[in-house]
């Protein structure tokens, strides 16, 4: 402890190829890092280096676009094999630093070191400025990348070099702290709460908790290291701390009294069989549903017309993958396949929780409603969640994820999902979701609404009605909000 190995801050950086293909992976093309003194936040030394992969053609033409560096640019570089030792010597046991590593540098470190057969490096602590600044500098800065921070404080642009990068990342971390500083001091003067966006602080999406990373506990300073995105040490005696007051705090709230608990029974006992009845429905009656020529949805621009239709039963769990494909101006978008192929899925007696409302802005509309979610439902899209989840990890994504099945605290809250109803402007608005009304017969009428609001679906999918739908799982990563969502093909509203 106190050695100048232990008090030197490790800032750095990787620039990779993009992964094109399911199951690629990432290839490092260049390293940087800069040591710095944590006392006196001055750089003592400097290592960088381009990096040739093992396969040139790991190099796409989208890789190129992202960070400009060729295949030509590496020829003559070293391996990652041949810069390990020195890579090793700067990162191991030291605090590691860098914006937006605890989700991608990181990884890539462990897998490059993983993929030469040789023991990582692992850091003393670990400083994401990505968290840190979001949380205690606010989104002042817009989308609090790296670049975005450069332009707000007149650094200068994002270069996509690993050395460059990482000092003007200590740059950035400079400034923030300096209007911290300036603003904790003279409080009357400079108002942050002004300047800060309300969505600064982060919740656990799972129930609405304030998540530890934020959670601030009194007064004790020993936490504050957790608060501004800090790791400690797994082996830290404070983290195992931390870790047991949070554990406390989250399940405070989650059983009732006895007296509660007598009072809910009836209400659980109810939901319980409700739930089973249509869990039932879904596993035991499949002629239920309409019948397959009726689900056939005519591929519209953008779609992909050869997405088989498979309902909950016929969905594997182990075959479920996602992978990232073109899409505008050469981004890519996550895309979720079924034994290698697109799909739609099909269930049918969803009982509608709650019904349609109109989030659209600017005039676009954005009609969805909130159903009730079968536990087979449940398993499937928790299942597609995690798997587009860990794909937009490694792509690098910065956005908070927000989950597609909702759950919330209580006995009579079963878990819900929100279903969006497509609307399309070609020659004026109308509905490209497909609409029919379902009779108890089991006859299936096509309804051709006039006009696209709110009060005519309303109407129509109404809280306590049931439905049959017949959905996509699409991605999205729109405002620093990614995820994936329910879009409807075909909706059948049940008499």
């Not at 033409?61 to 960070?67: A, E, F, G, H, K």
């Not at 990373?213 to 400690?232: I, Y």
């Not at 709650?354 to 979610?373: C, M, T, W, Y």
């Amino acid at each position: 402890m106190g050695s100048s190995h232990e008090m030197r801050i490790a800032f750095f950086d990787v620039e990779t190829t993009i992964p094109t293909q399911t199951g690629q992976g990432y290839a490092i093309l260049v390293f940087g890092a800069i040591l710095v003194c944590p006392r006196k936040l001055v750089e003592l030394h400097s290592y960088s280096t381009l990096v040739r992969p093992s396969k040139l053609s790991l190099i796409s033409s989208l890789s190129v676009r992202c960070n400009g560096i060729t295949g030509d640019d590496v020829l003559a570089a070293p391996t990652f094999a041949e810069i390990a030792d020195e890579v090793y010597d700067i990162l191991h046991g030291r605090i590691w630093a860098g914006h937006n590593i605890l989700r991608f540098d990181c990884h890539r470190i462990r897998e490059a070191f993983a993929m030469i057969g040789r023991p990582a490096p692992e850091p003393s602590g670990t400083i994401d400025s990505l968290k840190l600044l979001t949380e205690r500098f606010g989104r002042r800065a817009g989308d609090m990348k790296m670049a975005s921070l450069a332009t707000y404080f007149g650094i200068g642009q994002q270069k996509h070099r690993s050395l460059d990068d990482v000092r003007m990342n200590l740059e950035v971390v400079k400034c923030c702290a300096t209007v911290l500083f300036l603003e904790s001091s003279l409080p009357d003067i400079f108002t942050s709460s002004s300047w800060v966006s309300p969505n600064v602080t982060t919740r656990n999406r799972s129930n609405g908790k304030l998540s530890p990373t934020t959670l601030n506990v009194g007064n004790n300073k020993s936490n504050s290291s957790q608060r501004l995105g800090v790791e400690a040490s797994p082996s830290s005696s404070m983290n195992k701390k931390l870790e047991e007051i949070f554990s406390l705090l989250a399940i405070s709230n989650e059983e009732p009294d006895n007296t509660t608990l007598s009072r809910m029974t009836p209400f659980r006992d109810e939901r319980k069989a409700e739930l089973k009845r249509l869990e039932a429905d879904d596993l035991d009656s499949p002629c239920r549903l309409p019948p397959i020529e009726a689900l056939q949805h005519p591929a519209s621009e953008g779609s992909n017309s050869s997405a088989v239709v498979l309902t909950p039963e016929e969905i594997s769990i182990p075959l479920l993958a996602a992978k990232l494909v073109p899409y505008y101006r050469g981004t890519q978008k996550i895309t979720l396949l079924h034994n290698g192929a697109s799909f739609h899925l099909c269930s049918c007696r969803l009982r509608v929780r709650l019904g349609v409302k109109n989030f659209g802005e600017g005039g676009k509309p954005r009609f969805s409603f909130i159903v009730d979610a079968t536990p087979t439902i449940c398993q499937i899209l928790d299942a597609c969640d995690d798997i587009a989840h860990k794909l937009s990890t490694e792509s690098a994504s910065i956005s908070e994820w927000k989950h597609i099945v909702t759950r919330k605290c209580g006995f009579i809250n079963s878990p819900t999902v929100r279903m969006h109803i497509q609307t399309i402007n070609v020659d004026g608005l109308r509905y490209e979701t497909e609409i029919y009304r379902k009779q108890s017969s089991g006859a299936v009428e096509k309804l051709t609404l006039s006009q696209c609001n709110v009060d005519e679906l309303d109407a129509l999918v109404s809280s306590g009605s049931f439905v049959d739908v017949y959905f996509s799982l699409e991605s999205y990563d729109y405002h620093q909000n990614a995820g994936i969502r329910a879009v409807l093909k075909k909706l059948f509203v049940c008499s």
